[in-house]
């Protein structure tokens, strides 16, 4: 038997992991518990929610406004014991939250492995996105099983003189986008239900909510969005606001009250995808769109100053357009006039996986067990 426990604690983590979760269990020589952090809350609930996994342990470490040192300190006290009760043969983190890097320091102090999901993700820069370049580098440090989504992830691990325990597996998030995304589907928001989404209006998706961007940058956004529906009325802005009170205030303070900009509370996995599939075009700042909206053909434009997933770039369909309000209102402009660009960076690609992830992780998983069992 291979008893694996799985720790996360924020929302894109628990739509990369939760598929994953749910893999294993359906494999008999393995077993599977799940440790949620509860760094986030309501966001985090939606996720285990749609995916009906339940969580063995929640160290329940939210508070309103978090420090880093708070998320750190209290899920490496809170994990012990759950290490201790559980006695895994491997911890299982994913990608760059505080979480990740947390859980996975906590397995290292009990000599427990680690495999990282979404491994080699890298901008190289310390600062940016912050914390997560420095969680991701040194998650990367203390694992043992590196799953990288991509060759260029994996081409920045080997660079880091990790010899050893690297696969590319693709990204779990196109096997969730697998179940989630549905022709027919009804919307459960009810803001969400009661809009048409045909005719000749243009629906932009839009979400921000990074440390980095809070405070001017984001005001940037929220400016140049509001200049972009003022100057087209055909555009109407979906906005699903992060629950960060930091990121709500800002944003309510400029983009409330515009019948054309609809602001709605964290919407859940389902509601997302299949907006995303019915949107014009994404702005965003988040990691995870910028690999969900090239799967489904959608441009997007990345309001940050870099970005770790350079894949969809390369291939066309995402830009990176800074923080600035006019780079924002220019670059969105030219992708509501100039058709040609439109259609160019509107072509479906997917470097980030065929859908299989979650079977590629199961069997290297096994197969360590395996090679570890014959070394003993
Ligand atoms: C965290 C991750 C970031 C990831 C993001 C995904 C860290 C340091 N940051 O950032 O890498 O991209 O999640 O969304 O790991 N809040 C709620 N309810 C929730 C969730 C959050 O009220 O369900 C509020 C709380 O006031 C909390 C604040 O949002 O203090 C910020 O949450 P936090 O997890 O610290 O940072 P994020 O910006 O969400
Ligand atoms: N998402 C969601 N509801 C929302 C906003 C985002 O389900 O209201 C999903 C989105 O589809 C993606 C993930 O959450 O799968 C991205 O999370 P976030 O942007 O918070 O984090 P990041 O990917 O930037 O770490």
Redesign the pocket.
């Known amino acids: 038997m291979i008893k694996i426990l799985s720790v996360f ?5 628990a739509i990369k992991m939760c598929p994953l979760v749910k893999r294993i269990m359906q494999e008999k020589e393995m077993e599977c518990s799940v440790c949620v952090t509860g ?8 996720v285990l929610e749609i995916f009906q996994v339940t969580a063995d342990y929640d160290l329940k470490i ?7 040192g708070m ?1 750190t300190s209290r899920i490496l006290n809170g994990i012990e014991e759950v290490l201790l009760k559980e006695k895994p043969d491997m911890v299982l983190v994913h ?7 947390a859980a996975a320091l906590a397995a290292f102090y009990h000599k427990i492995p680690v495999g990282h999901i979404e491994a080699g993700l890298r901008t190289y820069d310390k600062y940016s ?1 912050f ?2 370049e420095m ?1 991701r580098n040194l998650t990367g440090r203390i694992a043992d099983l590196h799953f990288a989504p991509t060759t260029g992830n994996c081409e920045n691990l080997r660079r880091e003189n990790i010899e050893s325990g690297i696969y590319v597996t693709g990204n779990t998030v196109i096997d969730a986008m697998a179940t989630t995304i549905r022709k027919d589907y009804r919307f459960k928001d009810a803001i969400l239900q009661k809009m048409s989404f045909s005719g000749e209006k243009k629906y932009l998706l839009m979400t921000a ?3 980095e961007n809070l405070g001017l940058p984001l005001e940037n956004i929220c400016r140049a969005v509001k200049r972009i529906v003022e100057e087209f009325a055909e555009v109407v802005v979906i906005y699903p606001v ?6 709500r205030q800002t944003v309510k303070s400029i983009l409330e009250g515009h019948e054309r900009i609809i602001l709605t509370d ?1 919407v859940d996995v389902e509601d997302m995808h299949n907006l995303m599939n019915r949107s014009y075009l994404v702005l965003t700042d ?3 769109l910028q690999e969900e909206a090239p799967a489904l053909g959608k441009p997007v434009l990345v309001m940050r100053s870099e970005t770790e997933r350079p894949e969809a770039v390369a291939a066309g369909t995402v830009e990176v357009v800074g923080v600035e309000e006019e780079g924002i209102y220019n670059h969105t402009k030219e992708l509501l006039l100039n058709q040609d660009k439109y259609c160019k960076m509107s072509k479906a690609i997917n470097p980030y996986g065929d859908g299989h992830a979650c079977d590629r992780i199961i069997s290297i998983l096994k197969s360590y067990k395996k090679a570890d069992a014959e070394g003993d």
């Open positions: 604690g924020t929302r894109p983590e760094q986030h809350k309501e966001m985090l609930y939606q939210m508070a309103p406004v978090q420090t880093l998320i990608g760059d939250t505080t979480t990740s890097f996105p914390p997560e969680n909510h990074r440390r992060h629950m960060n009170p930091r990121v964290p988040s990691g995870g």
